[in-house]
């Protein structure tokens, strides 16, 4: 080969390796100028199910951000499936930051325990944006029930030993936290899912299912009214927003804690800038003290977290979840 030849192959080398910089600043620039004019039209915010604290929160906080940008948020929820339906839908979303998603423990965590064939990766199809809320779900019961604590409630269950509780779907927080008492008491209780938490408060208020492990906001009304009775929050601690409500290790089960949480995903494809955007306009709705106060009234408390934050948050509950449900062998009804 000729030393012209060898300078003419070194200068395309040259070239392909500047072109490359060159398009990795090029979509560098891109997506900052994306950021800069996003958004320019709708945002579509999915959550889980009418009556659920998903459709709350994406109500909620779509109305804010709605607000602060002068864009329409509509609210789309999709339930059934433990909140994978929406999940999926969010994934395979073009990555521009106008699909959005409120997740949690059932379409983020159990999912991939419970259906073998899921359509998409939790980790790797989805990113986070912000955390939204955290919580607490309550041990309630149907009024018919002659119990007023979790003792006189085991007492009664043992006996009777046919109770079904309900959950807002496979693979939910009220889901796992049923199995979790059943484990760590010995009680039998038959599962039964329902789509949506507001479902399952359906089912208990018509006394089709006798129990429920469900968020204080699907069921703050009928908590006050007296029309369903609260027994224990599902941490080892009291919660804030419900004071009068005896933890979990009052109720003499220390080994049950199952926090309620909810974040804010969008397709793993949106640019960081993007994603900065919507952090940074999240945070600051959710940090402000009217937003916290309204928050802890209805039963759930206002927090948020970097994206990172919020991913490592995600597999850390993988990690956790993972082999209870599968020592438990909870299992999609």
């Not at 159990?110 to 944006?129: E, F, H």
């Not at 030993?161 to 059943?182: P, Q, R, V, Y």
Request: aromatic letters at 8%; hydrophobic letters at 40%.
């Amino acid at each position: 080969m000729s030393k012209s030849v060898t300078k003419i192959m070194l200068l395309l080398g040259h070239l392909k390796k500047w072109k490359k910089i060159f398009l990795f600043f090029l979509l560098m620039l891109c997506g900052h100028i994306c950021a800069q004019e996003y958004p320019n039209k709708p945002i579509r915010i999915f959550g889980h199910g009418p009556g659920s604290t998903a459709d709350y929160l994406s109500r909620l906080v779509g109305q804010k951000l709605s607000e602060k940008w002068g864009q329409p948020v509509i609210v789309d929820n999709r339930a059934g499936a433990g909140g994978t339906v929406p999940a999926d839908i969010v994934a395979k979303a073009p990555g521009d930051g106008y699909t959005l998603f409120i997740g949690h423990a059932g379409p983020m965590v159990s999912a991939l325990v419970l259906y073998p064939n899921l359509p998409y990766d939790p980790v790797k199809d989805l990113v986070g944006i912000s955390m939204i809320a955290s919580g607490v779900t309550v041990m309630m019961v149907h009024p018919s029930i002659p119990a007023n604590t979790v003792s006189e409630f085991l007492q009664y269950a043992k006996k009777r030993n046919d109770l079904n509780f309900s959950s807002a779907g496979n693979g939910t927080i009220s889901h796992l936290t049923g199995e979790l008492f059943k484990q760590v008491t010995g009680v039998n209780m038959m599962h039964i899912p329902y789509k949506s938490a507001g479902a399952g408060l359906t089912a208990l208020l018509a006394n089709e299912t006798q129990v429920s492990f469900l968020s204080p906001v699907t069921a703050a009304a009928q908590l006050k009214t007296g029309k369903l009775k609260a027994l224990m929050v599902s941490t080892t601690d009291r919660f804030p927003g419900l004071p009068e409500v005896p933890s979990s290790s009052e109720a003499g089960l220390a080994g049950l804690d199952a926090r309620l949480w909810f974040g804010l995903f969008t397709s793993a494809k949106t640019s960081k800038a993007v994603i900065q955007k919507l952090n940074q306009d999240v945070s600051e709705i959710l940090n402000r003290p009217e937003m916290k106060e309204l928050f802890l009234k209805q039963g759930i408390q206002a927090v948020s977290s970097s994206p990172e934050s919020l991913d490592n948050f995600v597999k850390t509950e993988i990690k956790r979840w993972t082999p209870i449900i599968k020592n438990a062998n909870i299992q999609a009804d």
